[in-house]
């Protein structure tokens, strides 16, 4: 059901059945390593180049997640995944080998939550039973096509990001007597393209503040909730300066979030001491997160209710190259436990 101008009620709860998490060496040695269900050691993966590498994350993931489920791929309905390497190839060569019906998206590093929002979507009016969704990101394979080869050794300034490599993807379900005390989804708000002018690529946090804070209070307006009925409120990868932008952009607004309350994925997944600059980004990111930490802390009771809102900046090398500013988006999905 539409509620307001851009969110989504979902009266049948759908439910986020299992999931499969999935990193590199550099999530291995961070902060929650204990959350990714596989973990590689190096970079490369066995594979012959970066890209490839990316696809078997993605492989593992999905693998991961049906194995958790019980279910074999014939029992999924539909995928709706993406990621950041030029036409989602990773993505959709994981894809092709399934043969599952296939919607492919590129939000950029809002991709989990966009993809999270349709298939919840599509499950609470009956479009399907199961639908596997999620995203994926390389850092030596991002770095490539948006900034230099990692070889290279170029330097960046202190508001770059560090891109995950790891993929999460989620398995959502039609709710029944069996797992209706799984994660459920109740709402989604779909964000707008904020551009507010913003022209350097290695402050993605700061040119995407603005859209995560257009999206969370279109949220509060549309549903009439407000951060007093989430127990916590994440962004998909802000880092430090883009986080510190969004709370200033908030408190502006009259609205009284707790700092501690409101919380990053790009600042969750890496230890201090890790040179990562500002913090992680990458499409694989949140959904890393919510997948494998958020939603073991919520089976925890950690959290009862969160509202995960996961950020994309939507420039190309090509429209950087071309002198253009950056379209930012996020997309909200709140995720409940009874």
Known sequence: MLKGEQSWIFNRRPVILATGVTGGPFEGNGK???????????????????????????????????????????????????????????????????????????????????????????????????????????????ERQFRY??????????????????AGYAIVAEQNEQNQNEPKVTMATIGKVVDMGMTDPFNMGGAMAPA????????????????????????????????????????SKGIDLPTEKFQDCGLMVYKEDQ??????????LSAAVLYGHLLKQMKYGTYKRILCVATGSLHSPLSIQQGETIPCIAHAVAIEMD
């Open 149 to 166: 080869p990692t070889e290279y050794g170029g330097q960046k300034p202190p508001t770059a990001q560090w891109t995950a490599t790891a």
């Open 32 to 142: 929650l390593a204990e959350d990714f269900d596989l973990l590689h050691e190096d970079l490369w993966m066995g594979e012959e180049s970066y890209e490839k590498a990316h696809r078997l994350l993605i492989d593992e993931a999905i693998e991961i997640a049906l194995n958790k489920s019980q279910l074999t791929k014939e029992n999924i309905d539909f995928i709706i995944a993406g990621d950041l390497i030029n036409q989602i190839t990773p993505t959709t060569f994981a894809a092709r080998s399934l043969s599952i019906p296939y919607f492919g998206i590129s939000g950029a590093c809002s991709t989990s939550m966009e993809g999270l929002a349709l298939a919840s979507f599509i499950i609470n009016h009956q479009g399907a039973k199961h639908v596997l969704t999620g995203s994926g990101s390389h850092n030596a394979a991002a």
């Open 275 to 284: 040179p990562v600059l500002a913090g992680g980004s990458g499409s694989g």
């Open 212 to 251: 995560a804070v257009d999206t969370i209070l279109a949220h509060f307006k549309d549903t009439g909730r407000t951060h007093e009925d989430y127990d916590l409120i994440v962004t998909g990868d802000l880092a430090k300066v883009g986080r510190a932008t969004a709370l200033d952009l908030i408190h």
